[in-house]
């Protein structure tokens, strides 16, 4: 466990770091400097960048470090110029270690393998092949690194035999270094693959939580528009049918002015505002919710019902109610009670004078009915199409229930809805 705990703290993230404006910049540059470092074991050689570059100034590093060791180093086996031009040919390959692992690491065996057998310094070349053969091993599937250090060893060990059997000896006491450099080489790439897997699966996380974030923000974002749309709706048209009431009234026979109709239609109307800034407020209180908390407000129930009966008749609407249920579900209530409010509100709006509506609600096998009649002309179907029947049909959706709405046989428009009970319970107050 402290391995990945050590792992995922230390891994850079990949969209870049962000810096706070009151962080020292020492800070900074000593965060940015270890990022890169551990960026650097952590990222496979054949995607680092200027890789080519880098091993090029490593290829000339090593090969200052080879003729050093030739020269100061025993001197009965200092090379001769055959041995030096072999020793430092062998080094160039380096500079392509990263894309051509394979071929580097023959060219470099069809090198070393001549200035050992010339029996030159034979500890000048070794970092330069260790080098190749750890590229070998950290860029391949194990089993090609197992044959490729295999291959190595039965050439080397085949030539010297060939010019010295002492010298074959030693190589094959000294295997044991060829073995452990292979096994760090392919240790290290199960390393970087555990950690790629670490990064990828943190992203897929947290791709997975911007995603359920942007799902919640749109779906909050819809029943916000639900609630506005089915809430304003409602009280325009009702401040509507009111102002209509009080400018006909005005208007009709001024000398016979009945002020107490007038009185009460403003009235209405206030009452009306007051009502609807206060559900309004409720909605807005969404908006502003912390991000410790949602603070929807309450949400309508079946017991506004009677409310939208009487804001219906008010506004000359003849409705007739049948409800014979009183509880159910937070979610199927506020379902059912925009359902109401909205087929109420187009009954005012389309169903011309004074229409005949008839509002029936029932719980039957685990479900509750609703149907919202009227008696007038509808809706007009070929007119700019609004978004109360859409709403509606989303507001049944939400709780797992239906909805159809259309014009009736005999001639005015029904809305029918079944909203289940036993689902919405279970799954909550939504």
Known sequence: MSRVHTVRASLPSRRGALVAEDEPVQETSRTSLSDRIIAAIHRDPRTAP????NDALFALGLAVAAVCIGLFTDDSRRPDALGWTLLLVAHVPIVWRRRRPLLVLAVMVALVVPYHALDNNHNAPTAAAFTALYT???TGRPLRTILAGGLVLGV?????LTVDEKQAVELLRISGWVVA????GVDMRYYRQYVASIVDRAERAERTREEEARRRVAEERLRIARDLHDLLAHSITLIGVQTSVAAH??????DRLDRETVAKALDDIAETCRSTRGEIRTTLEVLRASEHGEARGPLPGLDGVPDLVAAARLAGARVEPDVRVRQAPP???AAAYRIVQEALTNAVRHAGPEPAVRLRMYEEQGALH?????DGIGPVLGGT???GLVGMRERARSVGGTLDAGPRGPGGFEVTAVLPLAAAASGGNG
Do not use: E, N
């Not at 080397?156 to 010297?160: D, L």
């Not at 009234?249 to 001024?254: G, K, R, S």
């Open 50 to 53: 200027h890789g080519t570059r």
């Open 136 to 138: 070998v091993a950290v």
């Open 156 to 160: 080397s060990v085949s030539v010297m």
């Open 181 to 184: 450099v292979l096994f760090c």
């Open 249 to 254: 009234v005005l208007a009709a026979d001024p």
């Open 331 to 333: 979610a199927v209530g």
């Open 370 to 374: 609703l149907s919202v009649t009227d």
């Open 385 to 387: 199409p609004g978004y």
